[in-house]
């Protein structure tokens, strides 16, 4: 809100400011948003100017044995591998955040490795991995590795969400006679869930988008949503890909409304336990 005080050389910093983040804003957007009309596009190509509006593209999505086979297999993968982040993540953060152990901070450093190694290098060596074993083209390698990716996110939601966690609810629990697991389960649990919700929703999404290691570790019958984009744009440039894009688009949407709404209701418990 403009201050009647405001002098003009800040006022013009206060509008330049915002156009600015204007901008920046439609540049991170509008890659996004010019996928979209395309998928509603009558003609063959995914070209501008549009020739008409149709639903063909979405009808040949849903039609198709190829992408619908993708589609059930992300539906596996994402959810199964979403599930061991959220386990291994949550216990990982409670036992950083609890103790107190030299090389505490190596240790950090190595379970959230996967957010900064290239996903390339992470690849090629879990395919070097399980190859040998006969498991290179399969879902258990797959979903271990998006596993893999997932557990950061989940154990820096949870660590975030533990640093203004009120540890005196669990010793009143133990006073009043309750197991560390019941009090786990009956107080900490409870009051963690918006920040391990919010790790799983993040592992979730970058499962379900990931390309490169599925690439590597699955075979046609394994081929996830995104590999199956990523071959049709190599070998059969169709609008397909675009109305599948749409798609993706239109979860990705759903995911951060609710990481949003997850986040303001993480924001009211911790006020309510000041």
């Known amino acids: 809100m403009l201050s009647p005080y405001m002098s003009p050389v800040e006022r013009l910093w206060f509008y330049s400011l915002r156009i600015l983040c204007g901008l920046i804003l439609l540049f991170l957007i509008l890659p ?42 992300s539906i596996i993968v994402a959810p199964a591998a979403t599930l061991l982040a959220m386990v291994f993540g949550t216990l990982a953060a409670i036992g950083l955040t609890r103790g107190n152990f030299p090389g505490k901070a190596l240790v950090m450093a190595l379970v959230i490795s996967p957010m900064v190694v290239p996903v390339v290098i992470i690849g090629v060596a879990s395919y070097l991995f399980f190859a040998p074993l006969g498991l290179g083209n399969s879902f258990f390698s797959l979903i271990v590795v998006h596993a893999v990716l997932g557990v950061p996110f989940v154990i820096i939601t949870v660590s975030a969400t533990l640093q203004g966690f009120n540890h005196n609810l669990v010793r009143a629990a133990a006073s009043l006679g309750a197991s560390p697991l019941t009090a786990f389960r009956r107080v900490t649990l409870p009051l963690i869930a918006p920040g391990v919700i919010s790790g799983a929703l993040f592992a979730f999404a970058t499962s379900f988008d990931e390309v490169v290691v599925t690439l590597f570790l699955a075979g046609p019958e394994q081929a996830t949503l995104p590999r199956q984009m990523f071959s049709g744009i190599r070998e059969n440039l169709s609008p397909t890909i675009a109305a599948a894009a749409t798609l993706l688009i239109g979860f990705s949407v759903v995911l951060l409304l609710t990481l949003e709404w997850l986040r303001g209701r993480g924001e009211k418990l911790r006020t309510a336990q000041v």
């Open 32 to 73: 996004v948003l010019v996928i979209i009309p395309l998928s509603f596009n009558s003609g063959s190509f995914l070209v501008y100017p549009l020739q008409g509006f149709s639903l063909q593209w979405y009808h040949d999505f849903f039609a198709s044995a190829e992408w619908m086979r993708a589609l059930r297999n």
